[in-house]
């Protein structure tokens, strides 16, 4: 079992930045690919981003690719998104995943984080 706790998740204005954070325990940290999901009310759960076990690749949505930035410290078990140039359409809550593979689809995951706010206003 892996557990994962995220924090970082808040308000911001458009424009402005975050970094969400994801703790993880319970299995060694560098044999799961990470990835962060979101959902928005009413809207099905997408993908935002992911790192590879390697950590060598990164894929991202075309909605965030340039604004936000998917990073891992092995060290300290921890997966972050850092999230830039924020847009009101970026709200939801925003979910961490662990899995030995790598896909862009959230029902393949196996371990998923309890979810973080993520409210940008306009």
């Known amino acids: 079992q892996v557990q994962l706790v995220e924090s970082g998740g808040g308000l911001v204005q458009g424009g402005g930045s975050l970094r969400l954070s994801c703790a993880a325990s319970?299995?060694?940290?560098?044999?799961?690919?990470m990835a962060w999901f979101r959902q928005a009310p009413g809207k099905e759960r997408e993908f935002v981003a992911a790192?590879?076990?390697?950590?060598?690749?990164?894929y991202y949505a075309d909605s965030v690719k340039g604004r936000f930035t998917i990073t891992t410290d092995n060290a300290k078990g921890t997966v972050y998104l850092h999230m830039n140039s924020l847009k009101p359409e970026d709200t939801a809550v925003y979910y961490c995943a662990a899995d030995v593979s790598f896909t862009r689809v959230p029902g393949t995951w196996d371990y998923w984080g309890q979810g973080t706010q993520v409210t940008v206003s306009s």
């Open positions: 790192i590879t076990r390697s950590r060598i690749s990164t």
């Open positions: 319970g299995r060694t940290f560098s044999n799961y690919a």
